[in-house]
């Protein structure tokens, strides 16, 4: 166990529709990653935020966001959904200090899938 | 941004063997260079990282090198085992602060 919850596990909708993906990091890390990963394919970097502050961006799609709640939980949703965007959803949370980047701990991660 | 190439996408060795998977970057200010195994069905997991500040670091079967000058590291595997059938990810963490992974190599470790 990582430390790391992702909700939910699995999640089947039809294309244009809109949902939300949650993370609660480990206690303690200020970090959290988002990466998408399709099937056969490698981790693609959407989104990171540190301590509620949006600190690097990926290639996320302008359909969706994310935020980072006061709590440290973070969302990601994922709007007008398309069949291409069924993939596994990683959430990862690290300890950042300063400049260096600690272990990235990763959830179970959220399953969706558009049909 | 950065972009991080890795070889080869599949490796298949005899148990015992070693395996070596590379990696190349293109951020030169990149500074962390982690590697993360992914066991079917499961979440990633770091297996070792490595610093600018460092050439060569070793963790029992494990060792990562890493040459700044040509912009690329390598995982190395000895005595390779069964469970170490997994695909593997190397990553490097560029100037903006965004870590960015490898496409994975899957490794299969034959009896």
């Known amino acids: 166990d990582s430390g790391v919850t992702q909700t939910p596990k699995h999640l089947i909708t039809a294309t244009g529709q809109r949902v939300t993906l949650r993370c609660s990091p480990r206690s303690g890390d200020l970090s959290v990653y988002w990466y998408q990963q399709s099937l056969d394919q490698g981790l693609q970097f959407l989104i990171q935020y540190y301590n509620g502050e949006e600190r690097a961006k990926g290639n996320i799609l302008e359909r969706f966001s994310a935020q980072q709640f006061p709590d440290l939980h973070s969302e990601l949703n994922l709007s007008s959904l398309e069949l291409g965007d069924s993939a596994l959803y990683f959430c990862?949370?690290?300890?950042?200090?300063?400049?260096?980047?600690?272990?990235?701990?990763f959830g179970e991660g959220s399953r969706l899938t558009v049909l | 941004g950065e972009n991080v190439e890795q070889h080869p996408s599949t490796l298949s060795v005899q148990e015992g063997d070693s395996a070596v998977i590379k990696c190349t970057y293109s951020d030169s200010a990149s500074n962390y260079f982690p590697w993360y195994k992914q066991e079917l069905g499961k979440r990633p997991q770091l297996i070792i990282d490595?610093?600018?500040?460092?050439g060569e670091k070793k963790d029992q079967r494990i060792a990562v090198t890493l040459n700044k000058t040509a912009k690329h590291f390598s995982l190395h595997i000895t005595e390779t085992q069964p469970e170490d059938s997994a695909v593997y990810f190397c990553a490097a963490k560029g100037g903006g602060n965004k870590l960015t992974f490898g496409t994975g190599t899957q490794l299969k470790v034959e009896l």
């Open positions: 490595i610093r600018s500040n460092v």
């Open positions: 990862a949370s690290s300890v950042e200090v300063g400049a260096n980047t600690g272990e990235l701990f």
